[in-house]
């Protein structure tokens, strides 16, 4: 089947329900986007299609709609996504596992809500785990980089 | 090739070696006498040389030993090195001791041994039986037990000087110049005249010198990075997918295995893979210890494969059920199983007799750490070598485990520690990486990747201790008058050691940490280890004993203290003999405004516990919307000593305050059937975005010793949260986690 991940078209042999999170990380090598529980219930995995966040571990590779986007189409070091720039502005990271799928979900957040509330980031956010406890930086990051979405 | 440099007063020597096409400068280690652990396989004499900086023509690499688990390790080490060293951090690569050919074939000079890339990474802060011992030594001597830190903070900031140093002496040998007209900065010395010679370039000639070593450590007040704002070295990376972890690594030829090990920690009676082995990319089907691996060409085809396998268990060698694992504990209150008494002030027997005594019994869980990366290793094992690839916190013990069941010798296991998506304690243990090497020793020359699935990595981990513990005490003319609290739990260090094979005599001082040695004086206060038989595997979790026992003690004193009719700070004030430890309290009292009028449904509750020589002050703000309780601020001060980067210090514990409330509301493992009842993250909860607290942080530097906060914050938070919603409601909640009692938003 085909699959255009990062505006690169690929042809990939694989199951129809293989999820696309293994599809992108042991087919194609795109290692940015993290598993961590499997079963949509931590948001390590979350990616783009059409530019909506999905969970892709729990989105069959015969059932990818779109264009997929992972963390590393959103931006590169030398060219960041606004919220990227925000993430390292406010030095959210500390292990790091979980901030590709957070800023993959905020993105998408800031894309339809340019404008959130705290009671917005909160809903949009709360399927992304952070077992270290960023929380406090990943709210101000979002609001960051709202704001810096906004000026641009 | 350089020598070892004269010998100064320091118990450790900072040396360097020819690399290609450059120099290392380290420290060495020598065998004693005594017996160290962590020199086992050098003979005595022999030496071993850690390296922390590398310069050759191509750039600086600064080595940071110490594992990453994410709370920046390598960030902090890399500071402490390119303060001394005259570089900026963005000059450098950072790397975690990623063995480098080079050194292996280099012998670096007639007095040291082959270079090892674990000497150092092995980390005494992850040997809590070593700690234990020398906590024992350090007797009660209020500064307890973690040296590591105060360690690294002068030897690695002395590596940089005596780099610094020499290559300013190789600057002179080349260019004729008088080394006290030379000044370093960003890299390069400068020259009399102005000009810079790169340190790039010096560093051929710098392996031929012997190293200076006679240095003075720069005051602080002229550091230019300890103690500033820094960008953390990998923030880029973690912000843009770039990082890579454990899980992430790839080698050429590598096969995907995945692993199911008995759910009852037991035997496995035996398997069918028919299945199995008949789907699609499926390689073979392997038998481990207690278990069985699916190896394929894909992680997601070799866990399909796994899961698919029909595995007959045998049963498990603790209480199938935890009921069972409640009553060992309850029973375990007797002077037979008593491990330690070690604080007896006054006396508590005769104060409690005919008194009006206030009992109550806490409970703390078993808990899983569920780092969010889970554990992975890869190995590759030949007739000759062995090659380790895994984010652990002991390379050390990983070498040597790898080196018995090959049956290679400890130098020709090489362990490459990779970045560790999240630990909190999880990667002290190594069964992925012996798992691993079981797979690979019947597929020798072939590198196998073993990732466990979330379940798999739930259902086997080690847990946090559970705990219970029983406090009696009188109050009188409105002061706490006795104290006793008798602490119940298995011996965490003699579980994860015994896994180690090493024996661990005398009193578990984890079964009372964070309770004997509060700085509290009380007129009769007694503190009670008592040693649970040994139930379900148990591992160091986030602050270890003091996990439970911060718990258990500081909510106690809030009883009586409530019960006197006192004020919950000013007692533990007027309690406080220690003036560091009082001044997180006053800090906290002053941060948070103690005793201002909260308003309707609010309360506050406080807490104290040192614990890894941190004294931490907490208050915890919540609010009861309709019989479900909010927390809405935390407060928190610490005695570090000194603050190495106050962004990542700030950051760190609010994630330690998170982390700490999250499993005290809702999180818990138990057994039935024998085995875990919780799977992955639905049933394993912690705290989520829209539960987080604001986090109000502030590290004091009263102490002339700078210390590590990777875990202190965690004690008091579980406390300072119960009685916070004492205050609120009036209902007492002595039991993690709390959601069986109350309700949170």
């Keep these: 089947m085909k699959l255009t991940v990062n505006g690169t078209e690929h042809e990939v042999d694989v199951e129809d329900d293989m999820p696309l999170l293994w599809v992108l990380r042991d087919e194609l090598n795109i290692k940015g986007v993290k598993y961590g529980c499997g079963v949509a219930q931590c948001g390590a995995c979350t990616v783009h299609i059409d530019g909506e966040a999905v969970r892709s571990c729990q989105t069959a590779a015969a059932d990818v709609w779109g264009d997929v986007t992972t963390i590393e189409g959103l931006g590169t070091p030398d060219a960041m996504h606004a919220v990227q720039q925000a993430w390292v502005e406010h030095q959210v990271a500390q ?41 406090p930086r990943i709210r101000a990051a979002v609001k960051t980089a709202a704001t810096k979405l906004q000026e641009a | ?483 006793d609290l008798g602490i119940a739990m298995p011996s965490v260090v003699a579980s994860q050691m015994g896994r180690q094979g090493l024996p661990v005599p005398g009193p578990d001082l984890q079964i009372v940490a964070g309770a004997w040695e509060q700085p509290m004086q009380i007129p009769n206060y007694r503190v009670t280890g008592y040693r649970a038989p040994e139930l379900a595997p148990v591992s160091s979790w986030r602050s270890v004993g003091a996990s439970t026992n911060g718990f258990f003690h500081d909510v106690f004193l809030d009883e009586l203290i409530h019960a006197a009719g006192a004020d919950p700070m000013e007692e533990r004030m007027r309690l406080c003999w220690h003036d560091p430890s009082r001044k997180t309290l006053e800090a906290v009292a002053e941060m948070s405004n103690w005793g201002s009028d909260l308003g309707p449904n609010k309360g506050r509750g406080v807490a104290f516990c040192m614990s890894f020589g941190v004294p931490t002050a907490e208050v915890v703000e919540v609010t009861d919307v309709d019989g479900a309780i909010k927390i809405d601020k935390v407060w928190v001060a610490a005695e570090v000593g000194r603050v190495i980067d106050p962004i990542n210090f700030e950051n760190m514990v609010q994630g330690g305050i998170v982390w700490a409330l999250g499993h005290a509301m809702n999180s818990e493992i138990t057994y039935s059937d024998g085995m875990a009842e919780q799977r992955n993250y639905y049933d394993f909860e912690g705290m989520r975005l829209s539960q987080a607290p604001e986090i109000f942080v502030r590290g004091l530097e009263n102490g002339d010793t700078v210390r590590g906060m990777g875990e202190p914050m965690v004690p008091p938070a579980a406390a300072a949260l119960s009685n916070a919603i004492f205050a609120a409601t009036g209902r007492r909640v002595r039991e993690m986690p709390m959601n069986k009692h109350i309700d949170f938003v």
């Excluded at chain 2, 951090?89 to 012998?107: I, K, R």
């Excluded at chain 2, 490459?416 to 012996?434: A, T």
């Design chain 1, 95 to 135: 292990c790091g596992y979980c901030q590709s799928g957070q800023m993959m979900q905020a993105a998408s957040l800031l894309a339809i809500n340019p404008a959130p509330t705290d009671a917005d980031i909160d809903d949009a956010m709360n399927g992304n785990l952070c077992r270290c406890g960023t929380y």
């Design chain 2, 1 to 483: 090739m350089g020598r070892i440099g004269k010998i100064a007063r320091r118990t450790f020597l900072v040396g360097s070696a020819a690399v290609v096409g450059g120099v290392a400068f380290g420290y060495y280690a020598y065998k004693r006498p005594v017996s160290n652990p962590l020199l086992n396989d050098l003979a005595e004499g022999e030496a071993a040389l850690t390296p922390y900086v590398k310069i050759d023509s191509t750039g600086i690499t600064l080595i940071t030993p110490r594992a990453d688990s994410g709370q920046g390790a390598y960030h902090v080490q890399a500071a402490l090195i390119a303060e001394e060293l005259d570089v900026e951090l963005d000059q450098v690569s950072v790397d975690p001791g990623m063995p480098d050919p080079a050194y292996y074939n280099t012998a670096l000079s007639a007095e040291a041994a082959p270079f090892r890339s674990t000497d150092d990474g092995f980390a005494a802060d992850t040997t809590r039986g070593i700690m234990d011992a020398m906590m024992k030594f350090m007797g009660m001597q209020i500064t307890g037990g973690s040296t590591t830190v105060p360690d690294s903070f002068e030897k690695l900031r002395l590596a940089g000087a005596v780099a610094r140093e020499t290559l300013k002496a190789a600057a002179a040998q080349q260019t004729g110049a008088n080394v006290a007209d030379l000044k370093t900065e960003k890299g390069a010395v400068i020259l009399p005249g102005g000009g810079t010679l790169a340190y790039t370039e010096l560093a051929a000639t710098a392996a031929t010198m012997d190293p200076v070593n006679d240095v003075v450590l720069r005051d602080p007040s002229t550091w230019r990075l300890v103690g500033k704002e820094m960008e953390r070295v990998d923030i880029l990376a973690k912000s843009t997918g770039t990082q890579r972890y454990g899980i992430d690594f790839e080698v050429e030829g590598m096969v995907h295995a995945s692993v199911r090990t008995s759910p009852r920690r037991g035997m496995m009676n035996g398997f069918d893979a028919e299945a199995a082995r008949v789907m699609r990319g499926v390689i073979d089907v392997v038998q481990v210890t207690d278990g069985v691996a699916a190896v394929a060409d894909n992680t997601w085809r070799a866990i399909q494969a796994v899961n698919a396998i029909d595995v007959d268990w045998g049963p498990a060698p603790y209480p199938a059920e935890q009921d069972a694992h409640w009553q060992a504990l309850s029973d375990s209150f007797n002077a037979d199983q008593q491990d330690s008494r070690f604080r007896d002030d006054g006396d508590v027997d005769a104060v409690l007799e005919g008194a009006e005594v206030i009992e109550a019994e806490y409970r703390a869980p078993y808990l899983a750490h569920a780092p969010l990366e889970p554990i992975s290793a890869v190995v590759q094992v030949t007739e000759t070598r062995a090659d380790v690839w895994t984010g652990t916190q002991i390379p050390r013990f990983v070498q040597t485990n790898v080196a018995k069941l090959t049956g290679l010798n400890a130098d020709q296991v090489f362990v490459h520690v990779l970045m560790m998506g999240g630990s909190f304690g999880h990667r002290l243990e190594d069964r992925v990486v012996r798992e691993a090497t079981e797979i690979a020793m019947q597929m020798k020359g072939t590198p196998v990747k073993l990732t466990y699935s979330r379940e798999e990595d739930t259902i086997q981990n080690d847990t946090r201790q559970i705990a219970m513990a029983r406090g009696r005490g009188v109050v009188k003319d409105g002061k706490v008058e006795a104290y």
